[in-house]
């Protein structure tokens, strides 16, 4: 978490007009900055759609949706496909009057401010359990309370969820993280994983999520600039990271065991996303697209009661060595 | 909710002795009422596992288990019969020295108090998709905040899921959901129907979760004889209401598509539970053992993107005549 707040009002600093005192603020994206983070996500969510059809026979269905609260968004989705199950990368840019609670936890005084977000969301449930599913978020906001300077902010990061783990894999995914964060000071990398560890936590399961990656929020040190330069560069380092560990996986062979421990699994993804995801709670709250925002689960999942694997399996090994934070780079 | 908070102290009108002072306070279980819940819990608990075992060729498997932080329960499980694909009832009796957040929406003030409670709740996932999903909990509460008299209260209710409804069914469900209510005032059908209504609502999806039943809560009228008595009632008519739908429905033929529809609408069970439940909320947050909380999910589950039935059909005919709230006993 940044301990800088921008010193100077939003409206100096990014040249925007907000009406704070209408109900519906007006956009903000019609500053020079807004306008160039909007452009960077629609590139990005381009490369990402075109990256994952290169190696899939099936295509994106597009979807464009207006938010009757304001604003709206894109959502890219493709189902049954034959390496992506279900593969949904979603833009959206909203507008309200009244930020949600569940945006705001690092800045509890704008709840209820009039905000504006946008940001790229993407999540990939593959077929083959040999490969990691994996979620991808980019995003920028911005508050603007009646009574006090407007903030912005930038979040995202990326984590990776696999079923059977392969060191080497993961290892590429965190020296590929590194590399988004290097230019940026040297303890960034290892902040923003251990947030990663922190965040995409089951404390019900006490278990993470997967073997995390980057997770920050809350960031807009040193200026518009360097800020948006670090989102950029982990939305750039996001393909690079996932896309080798893809096409290295996608046709190990698999049989019965391995897809009922995928579905296993892909339970754990549906309880992070429903019960702890702060992303996920924020779109509902925040009366975003329903099925924008849950086309981040998985499309079957199962439950077995009380489930434990057998020791010394493969599924035993994900338990064991993987499910808990760790310092990869230093440890594999 | 009931207007009238005891005006004895809960030491006085149960005859406990607790030690609020403790971080770990001594059961109330020891005294006469509460061990005469528990007591009707308990013989419950049996009674709807026989009658469950009696239409099955699977039987429930028993897990006593301890809560660290004070209580246990025992949890019976039953998994892969040929009726049920899981169907899971849960006599849990907890104490702790601070009420979670989710216990008390009714009673902010008994937040963080030490507490007891004792419940049994239960979830039938059966298999075939013609019989409804169903639910059932009843539960005594107990909080003694350190700065005022203990209170004491009962909740609890029934509420039923149809995949494929029948007018029959809904109309049987809902009277004996009147039956259970009508020695206790001419109202109170109503109030505990309409409430469920409103509980068991997704409001993401602007659906019910189902047909609805009874819910209550914050149940303490006219002392606490008259409070058990109709936790009782309750109670009782949870098997007379769910049996005779489930045999009636239980050898309907079914195939690939209702299959198919059955896990596409566990997958909003699973939405309701996660995101919306306070019990299950009330369950993790109190550290509640994860496995006997999360039983109530299904075994599988699915979710499609933006899927919807077409026109009529037999699920379009849930969507259109059952997923909100209505008056079957006047409609029907």
Same mark, same amino acid.
């Given at each position: 978490?940044?301990?800088?707040?921008?010193?100077?009002?939003?409206? &100096? /600093? +990014?040249?925007? #007009? @907000?009406?704070?005192?209408?109900?519906?603020?007006?956009?903000?994206?019609?500053?020079?900055?807004?306008?160039?983070?909007?452009?960077?996500? &629609? /590139? +990005?969510?381009? #490369? @990402?759609?075109?990256?994952?059809?290169?190696?899939?026979?099936?295509?994106?269905?597009?979807?464009?949706?207006?938010?009757?609260?304001?604003?709206?968004?894109?959502?890219?989705?493709?189902?049954?496909?034959?390496?992506?199950?279900?593969?949904?990368?979603?833009?959206?840019?909203v507008f309200g009057a009244k930020m949600p609670q569940s945006a705001s936890n690092v800045r509890p005084e704008m709840a209820d401010a009039p905000f504006e977000a946008m940001g790229l969301s993407l999540v990939f449930h593959p077929r083959n359990p040999y490969v990691p599913t994996t979620h991808c978020n980019v995003r920028f906001l911005v508050a603007t309370p009646p009574n006090g300077p407007a903030h912005w902010w930038f979040g995202g990061g990326f984590d990776l969820t696999p079923y059977y783990p392969f060191d080497h894999d993961v290892l590429h995914w965190h020296r590929t993280a590194r590399a988004a964060c290097e230019l940026f000071g040297p303890g960034v990398y290892g902040k923003y994983k251990e947030w990663c560890d922190r965040y995409f936590f089951l404390p019900h399961r006490n278990e993470t999520r997967g073997v995390g990656g980057l997770f920050f929020d809350d960031f807009n040190e040193n200026g518009f600039a360097h800020s948006f330069s670090f989102m950029r560069s982990v939305g750039d380092h996001f393909l690079p990271a996932y896309m080798p560990?893809?096409?290295?996986?996608?046709?190990?062979?698999?049989?019965?065991?391995?897809?009922?421990?995928?579905?296993?699994?892909?339970?754990?993804?549906?309880?992070?996303?429903?019960?702890?995801?702060?992303?996920?709670?924020?779109?509902?709250?925040?009366r975003g697209r329903t099925e924008s925002i849950l086309?981040?689960?998985?499309?079957?999942?199962?439950?077995?009661?009380?489930?434990?694997?057998?020791?010394?399996?493969?599924?035993?090994?994900?338990?064991?060595?993987?499910?808990?934070?760790?310092?990869?780079?230093?440890?594999?």
């Open positions: 978490m940044s301990d800088k707040r921008p010193q100077v009002s939003f409206s &100096n /600093e +990014l040249g925007l #007009r @907000i009406m704070a005192e209408s109900t519906t603020p007006a956009p903000i994206s019609s500053s020079e900055n807004a306008l160039a983070v909007r452009r960077y996500l &629609n /590139e +990005l969510h381009d #490369r @990402i759609t075109t990256a994952a059809e290169r190696v899939e026979t099936a295509k994106f269905r597009r979807d464009s949706w207006q938010r009757p609260e304001g604003g709206g968004g894109e959502t890219r989705i493709l189902c049954e496909g034959s390496v992506f199950e279900r593969a949904g990368v979603s833009f959206s840019h560990i893809l096409e290295r996986r996608m046709l190990e062979p698999w049989g019965e065991r391995e897809r009922n421990f995928q579905l296993y699994r892909r339970g754990r993804y549906v309880e992070f996303n429903l019960v702890c995801d702060r992303g996920t709670l924020f779109g509902l709250q925040s086309m981040s689960l998985p499309p079957l999942a199962r439950w077995d009661y009380d489930w434990h694997p057998e020791p010394e399996t493969p599924e035993a090994r994900l338990y064991e060595q993987f499910l808990r934070p760790r310092d990869y780079l230093a440890e594999l």
